[in-house]
């Protein structure tokens, strides 16, 4: 994605300082720096393709064509977002596939211990796990570079998974009172999974964690990581309020 012409130059940025508020020229000249973002960006455009190929799993178990065709359109914004990201790391002289390397296994595992056993598991986990993928990347975007910053919140937005597993969920609920409690604990199991595999990555990656910790963004530091995953945490619990679910 390239930025406008008529993009607000670093210093008109209002609420921006240090790298939040400078290009990727002039950021991505810090090595430690730009090694960080080529993780992020790898890891995100892994979770895109991820998330292409398990919406198109998911599509199997729809009950009804309707719901499969929606669930089709979603993977379909999946990868194009997957492909925006592709460009990206292409653009900055990057190989792609090696960006994404480093977390495939990661995300691999993630999913295949998490595996759902009917369609609305795959609703609940799809509008969960990729929710709380969602608010990570929104939290991390706050301290990059404005191109890349763009990008990121670019592929974030919203593939109508979560008011489409709202409506469905809530749906089979009322329905079936009974099947509340079962998708309820799945959410909490997901949450753990997520939120742990999301640590590990982190942790794996040292210019990744250096840049949550503080080093090459500005305004990270431990006690900021631990409220930024209070926040994911209080989001989630909104979510599950959303379905009709417990937290």
């Known amino acids: 994605m390239e930025t406008p012409d008529n993009a607000t130059a670093p210093e008109e940025n209002t609420g921006h300082t240090g790298i939040a508020a400078q290009g ?14 080529v993780d992020l960006l790898g890891a995100l455009a892994y979770g895109e393709l991820a998330a ?23 993977a379909s914004a999946e990868f194009h977002h997957f492909e925006q990201l592709n460009s990206r790391l292409s653009a900055i002289g990057e190989e792609p596939t090696g960006a994404m390397e480093p977390f495939a296994k990661a995300l691999d595992d993630f ?23 969602s608010d990570f990347y929104r939290e991390v975007a706050a301290r990059l570079d404005s191109d890349t910053r763009e990008l990121v919140l670019a592929v974030l937005d919203d593939t109508g998974h979560g008011n489409f ?3 469905k969920v809530r749906a089979a609920i009322e329905a079936d009172p009974r099947c509340g409690g079962r998708l309820a604990l799945w959410a ?16 794996d990656r040292d210019a990744l964690s250096t840049m949550l910790v503080g080093g090459v963004a500005d305004g990270f530091d431990l006690a900021e990581v631990g409220r930024m995953f209070s926040r ?16």
């Open 24 to 37: 990727w020229d002039t950021a991505s000249a810090e090595p430690a720096y730009r090694a960080a973002v």
């Open 52 to 74: 292409f190929e398990r919406l198109a799993e998911d599509a199997k178990l729809a009950p009804t064509l309707s719901d499969k065709a929606e669930l089709a359109k979603m």
């Open 111 to 133: 999913h295949r211990q998490t595996a759902p056993s009917d369609w609305l598991e795959g609703l609940v986990k799809a509008y969960v796990g990729d929710s709380i993928a």
């Open 165 to 167: 597993a709202v409506e």
């Open 188 to 203: 909490r199991r997901l949450m753990g999974e997520a939120l742990s595999q999301a640590q590990r990555v982190v942790a």
């Open 232 to 247: 994911i945490t209080e989001a989630h619990t909104k979510r599950m309020a959303a379905l009709g679910l417990a937290a």
